[in-house]
């Protein structure tokens, strides 16, 4: 692991998107307003909403949009995101706001000092849940996170998280 210096790196930001209409725009500006030097890379995975139409008129130099004719499912938006990422660092967001881009710098944080080459988000550590989880969603979580932390050897608080970075 390698110290970054924080002004030398390009974020790449991807955001898979199925039919979010009522939480893209906001998410853009969320998203945009971070501090860091980036490039958003949207993969539209077939929506049917009015998503799509609103991503094919964005006009920003920073934001690339990829369109899947037909919804092939969350990883596949990402892989192509990943496929036409030029960035240093790479961090998901999910359209729907359920994460603020606010905690971005706290989590590159670990990366950028050198600690980590990898950082897991979790709505159990840190600021406090973000979202009331449901009883049994809460047990299920905690019972895959535990055996998961069993068979990879990790720490995990959240297996479930939508923060990768």
Same mark, same amino acid.
């Given at each position: 692991?390698?110290? %970054?210096?924080?002004?030398? @790196?390009?974020?790449? %930001?991807? #955001?898979?998107?199925?039919?979010?209409?009522?939480? #893209?725009?906001?998410?853009?500006?969320?998203? !945009?307003?971070?501090?860091?030097?980036?490039?958003? !890379?949207?993969? &539209?995975?077939?929506?049917?909403?009015?998503?799509?139409?609103?991503?094919?008129?964005? /006009?920003?130099?920073?934001?690339?949009?990829?369109?899947?004719?037909?919804?092939?499912?969350?990883?596949?938006? %990402?892989? =192509? $995101? !990943?496929?036409?990422?030029?960035?240093?660092? +790479?961090?998901?967001?999910?359209? &729907?706001?359920?994460?603020?881009?606010?905690?971005?710098?706290? *989590?590159?944080?670990? %990366?950028?000092?050198?600690? $980590?080459?990898? +950082?897991?988000?979790?709505?159990?550590?840190?600021?406090? $849940?973000? /979202? *009331? *989880?449901?009883?049994?969603?809460?047990?299920?979580?905690? @019972?895959?996170?535990? *055996?998961?932390? @069993?068979?990879?050897?990790?720490?995990? =608080? &959240?297996?479930?998280?939508?923060?990768? +970075?």
């Amino acid at each position: 692991m390698n110290k %970054i210096d924080p002004n030398c @790196f390009v974020l790449s %930001i991807i #955001i898979p998107v199925f039919n979010e209409i009522d939480t #893209i725009e906001n998410c853009l500006n969320a998203v !945009l307003l971070t501090a860091f030097k980036k490039e958003i !890379l949207i993969v &539209d995975d077939g929506s049917t909403d009015g998503t799509r139409e609103y991503l094919k008129n964005l /006009r920003q130099p920073d934001i690339v949009v990829k369109f899947h004719e037909k919804n092939q499912g969350k990883g596949s938006a %990402i892989q =192509t $995101a !990943l496929d036409n990422m030029t960035g240093d660092i +790479v961090l998901i967001q999910d359209a &729907d706001l359920e994460y603020d881009p606010s905690e971005y710098p706290s *989590l590159l944080k670990p %990366i950028l000092n050198g600690n $980590a080459d990898v +950082v897991f988000g979790s709505r159990f550590l840190g600021y406090g $849940a973000h /979202r *009331l *989880l449901y009883y049994w969603h809460y047990l299920g979580n905690r @019972f895959l996170t535990t *055996l998961s932390n @069993f068979f990879t050897n990790i720490n995990q =608080t &959240d297996m479930e998280c939508c923060y990768k +970075v």
